[in-house]
């Protein structure tokens, strides 16, 4: 299969916000936005505990609703600012469907819609 066939997709992401980028169709299709996902993060609870266990599942949440707008992917190239990226390439290596997946992170600040679609498509042509 060559690169030219295989489903890529990029996010630009941060803790609380993620850009998906992919091709509307697989063979010839252009990259484009496919989605935007937010994590609100944790409303302010007193209890620590309970807060940390509440940023937890809200990022597992998060992490869901951005790998949701890509059902089936080869290849990924993942860019934002701190940790998240390597965060949720953690998450895809651990669900089964993303598993075989290659990924691929940079570190960037946050980009337009316009820029992110430009950079994912040099990326993988």
């Known amino acids: 299969m060559s ?3 295989k489903k890529s997709f990029g996010v630009w992401m941060d803790s609380h916000n993620a850009i998906v980028v992919g091709k509307e169709n697989v063979d010839n299709g252009e990259f484009i936005v496919l989605g935007h996902v937010k994590n609100a993060g944790p409303d302010n609870n007193s209890n620590e505990k309970n807060s940390n266990n509440q940023e937890i599942s809200l990022t597992q949440k998060f992490f869901k609703e951005i790998a ?3 059902p089936n992917i ?8 701190g940790q998240s990226q ?3 390439i953690k998450f895809l290596a651990e669900s089964p469907q993303y598993k075989n997946a290659v990924s691929s ?3 960037s600040n946050k980009m337009s819609d ?4 430009a950079y ?3 990326y993988f042509n």
Do not use: A, R
């Not at 290849?75 to 600012?81: L, R, V």
């Not at 316009?114 to 679609?117: A, G």
């Open 120 to 122: 994912i498509t040099e």
């Open 74 to 81: 080869d290849q990924i190239h993942i860019t934002g600012t």
């Open 86 to 88: 390597e965060q949720f």
């Open 105 to 107: 992170e940079s570190t």
């Open 114 to 117: 316009e820029n992110l679609t």
């Open 68 to 70: 949701g707008k890509m």
């Open 3 to 5: 690169d030219k066939n």
